[in-house]
C-alpha cells in the first residue's frame, strides 16, 4: 500500500499538470544548488514554479491526469516547469537560462495538450510577452468598452491554446496579432468586426 507521504505526492504534482497552462521538461544534471536558485527565482518571476520530482511519482500523476506520452520524458534527472500564468515567460526564461548554462537540456513541453520538441519550445520563447501583445491587440481591435471587458476575460481564459496557435503561425510568418486576436475573441464576437477593425488601421 503506497504511504501517504507518496499519494500526496502524486496528488500534488497532478493538480500541477491540471493547472498549469503549460509544462516543461528540463534535464538538470550538472547543475549547482546555486543554479538551480537563480532558475527558480527567474522562473518565479514569470508565474512559473520548478520542481524536481521523482519520475515514478510524476508518471503516475500524468496517467491520473490524463497526460499520455510523457513518461518518455520522465527519466533521469529531471525537473518539470509549471507555467502557472505564462506559457511565452516561462520558455523564454528557460532559454535564456540554457544560454549561459548548457547543461541545463530542454527535453519537451506540453502546451494546451500538444507535446512541443526543444526546437519549438526555443520559438515559443521567441514569441512577444503577452502584455506586448495585449497592448498591439487592442490597438488593433479598437472594440466598445463592454466588448473590450470580454475581449480581454477571453484572452485570459484561452490563453494556452492562443500561444499554441501562435506558435503554429510563427514559421509561416503570419501576422501573429491578427492570429492572436482571433484566438482570443469571445465565441459571441462576430470575426469581421475585428477584420474590419484591423483593415482601418
Not at 502524486?10 to 536558485?37: H, N, P, S
Not at 520538441?117 to 503577452?130: F, G, H, K, N
Amino acid at each position: 500500500m503506497p504511504r501517504p507521504e507518496k499519494v500526496q505526492a502524486v496528488a500534488d504534482i497532478k493538480e500541477r499538470l491540471e493547472g498549469a497552462e503549460a509544462v516543461f521538461l528540463t534535464e538538470y544534471r550538472g547543475l549547482t544548488v546555486k543554479a538551480v536558485q537563480a532558475l527558480r527565482r527567474s522562473l518565479r518571476e514569470s508565474g512559473a514554479e520548478y520542481k524536481v520530482v521523482k519520475m515514478t511519482l510524476a508518471q503516475l500523476a500524468a496517467s491520473d491526469a490524463g497526460v499520455e506520452g510523457l513518461n518518455e520524458y520522465l527519466v533521469g534527472p529531471t525537473a518539470i516547469a509549471f507555467a502557472m500564468r505564462d506559457p511565452v515567460a516561462t520558455a523564454k526564461a528557460l532559454k535564456d537560462f540554457s544560454r549561459t548554462n548548457e547543461v541545463l537540456v530542454l527535453k519537451a513541453g506540453l502546451l494546451a495538450g500538444h507535446f512541443l520538441t526543444p526546437e519549438e519550445v526555443s520559438r515559443l520563447a521567441d514569441i512577444e510577452p503577452r502584455d506586448v501583445l495585449l497592448s498591439k491587440i487592442a490597438g488593433a481591435a479598437k472594440a466598445p468598452l463592454a466588448k473590450a471587458a470580454g475581449f480581454f476575460a477571453s484572452f485570459n481564459r484561452n490563453a494556452a491554446t492562443m500561444f499554441n496557435q501562435l506558435l503554429d503561425k510563427k514559421s509561416s510568418g503570419e501576422n501573429l496579432v491578427e492570429v492572436a486576436t482571433e484566438a482570443s475573441l469571445p465565441a459571441e464576437a462576430p470575426m469581421t468586426d475585428t477584420a474590419d477593425s484591423a483593415e482601418e488601421e
